[in-house]
């Protein structure tokens, strides 16, 4: 399924590493999302860009820097994470901003912090 | 903001037999829930859903049924089988609010 990719799909790295997840999607939709999906707790909104434009922070540490630029690409920078950041974190997309309909996940990157 | 609960945390089954899950929710304005299936190292993927206009909704073995007076849908798989085995989310949400996710069901269909 190619609908929405996202790169790389496992990544380690230490506490003071900067590195960078991507999402992409091919099914013409104008808003991504950013989830965290830890263990035992329900999937988490980061992020949420609508037509590229930011329009949701769910209270994210700056630590995690979102960025759109255009409807099909999505990227979140990673900086002096913590080990407690160690997740599942999946890209989706819909038509537009919080559609009630379906939401296109990605397969996710599996991030470790040492 | 919605406030959504799912139980039972996991779930097994003989192969054959029915499973049941189901989810409560907080805000009475929430009209949109979908399910998702996420089997292991793979993306969830929506399986059925169903709008507050409905009372059910079946699609061959899976099937949703809502309660909107007490605020609560379920899940109905029938006749299941090893490959239902999966971790099952539910979802809430109406038109311009995020989805609210439910903690997920670890289902597994025992052969």
């Known amino acids: 399924e190619t609908g929405v990719t996202q790169t790389p799909r496992h990544l380690v790295m230490g506490m003071t590493n900067k590195k960078s997840l991507k999402c992409e999607q091919h099914l013409g939709h104008n808003a991504m999302y950013w989830y965290k999906q830890s263990a035992k707790k329900p999937l988490e909104l980061m992020f949420v860009y609508n037509f590229k434009e930011q329009t949701e922070n769910n209270s994210v540490p700056s630590r995690f820097s979102p960025e759109c630029p255009n409807s099909s690409h999505l990227f979140l920078h990673l900086h002096t994470l913590q080990p407690e950041d160690s997740a599942l974190y999946l890209c989706?997309?819909?038509?537009?901003?919080?559609?009630?309909?379906?939401?296109?996940f990605g397969p996710g990157t599996r991030l470790t912090v040492l | 903001g919605e406030n959504v609960e799912q139980h039972p945390s996991t779930l097994s089954v003989q192969e054959g037999d029915s499973a049941v899950i189901k989810c409560t929710y907080s805000?009475?304005?929430?009209?949109?829930f979908p399910w998702y299936k996420q089997e292991l190292g793979k993306r969830p993927q929506l399986i059925i859903d169903?709008?507050?206009?409905?009372g059910e909704k079946k699609d061959q073995r899976i099937a949703v049924t809502l309660n909107k007076t007490a605020k609560h849908f379920s899940l109905h798989i029938t006749e299941t089988q090893p490959e239902d085995s999966a971790v099952y989310f539910c979802a809430a949400s109406y038109p311009g609010n995020q989805f609210y996710f439910g903690t997920g069901t670890s289902l597994t269909v025992i052969p």
């Open positions: 169903i709008r507050s206009n409905v």
């Open positions: 989706a997309s819909s038509q537009e901003r919080f559609y009630t309909d379906t939401q296109y």
């Open positions: 805000d009475s304005a929430s009209n949109y």
